[in-house]
């Protein structure tokens, strides 16, 4: 079952901050991110493992709120080069561990 | 730093070809995948492939693809009679442990079925 992301894009100036949620139906056992620049592969940004978790990176972290299944992914101070589209995997509980992509948020940074 | 590697980046093809995309994984990795982005759409997963067997495979993944590791180092994915529908880009990803290690990319084979 796939995840459900939102917003299905955001718009903004360079410096401003972005809340990309990513949220299940079913109980997660992880969650990943990535960013995938148009005409290139995803990259992969983090894995979150633990309820409760937060992870970060430079100027990028998330969070993972295993009990209501949903994940966030928060850019601060957003660069140019943050543009591009992010998407959240999920794996479920007592599954197969095999990421099922959401359809992704559509980030532009402008100057 | 290890990377995945795809071969080709762009492969054209004509209706009811056959084509064999071909993958490298990062060569400690033990789980490998290949997945397919059409244009515009989100990363729709096709098969994992562990200890030289598919492991789990999606609806996609019907009789015309199949995949082999035919040596210790190559990954590849056959679509045996493509159709157009089939156009998209296949990326193929491998991961060292599922559930806890993150997943590595390829840059991807772009596929235009005519």
């Known amino acids: 079952q796939q995840p459900v992301q939102s917003p299905q894009a955001v718009i903004l100036r360079e410096g401003e901050d972005a809340v990309i949620n990513c949220s299940s139906s079913?109980?997660?056992?992880?969650v990943h991110w990535y960013r995938q620049k148009h005409g290139e592969a995803p990259v992969f940004l983090m894995i979150l493992l633990k309820g409760g978790e937060q992870k970060g990176h430079e100027k990028i972290s998330a969070s993972f709120n295993e009990k209501k299944q949903q994940s966030s992914l928060y850019l601060t101070a957003s660069q140019l080069s943050y543009s591009g589209t992010y998407f959240c995997?999920?794996?479920?509980?007592?599954?197969?561990?095999?990421?099922?992509f959401g359809r992704g948020t559509s980030l532009i940074v402008h100057p | 730093e290890p990377e995945v590697t795809q071969t080709p980046s762009h492969q054209v093809t004509q209706m009811g070809q056959e084509v064999i995309l071909r993958c490298v994984p990062i060569s400690n990795h033990l789980y490998f995948y290949w997945y397919r982005q059409i244009l515009g759409q989100k990363v729709e997963f096709l098969v994992s492939?562990?200890?030289?067997?598919?492991?789990?495979k999606s609806e996609i993944f019907d009789d015309q693809f199949s995949v082999e590791r035919p040596d210790g180092s190559n990954f590849t994915l056959k679509i045996r009679s493509t159709k157009l529908e089939d156009s998209a880009m296949y990326f193929c990803?491998?991961?060292?442990?599922?559930?806890?290690?993150?997943?590595?990319f390829g840059p991807g084979t772009r596929l235009t079925v005519l």
């Open positions: 079913k109980a997660l056992y992880s």
């Open positions: 995997g999920t794996e479920m509980a007592g599954g197969s561990y095999i990421p099922t």
């Open positions: 492939f562990y200890n030289n067997e598919i492991s789990e």
């Open positions: 990803a491998s991961r060292n442990r599922p559930g806890s290690d993150e997943q590595f």
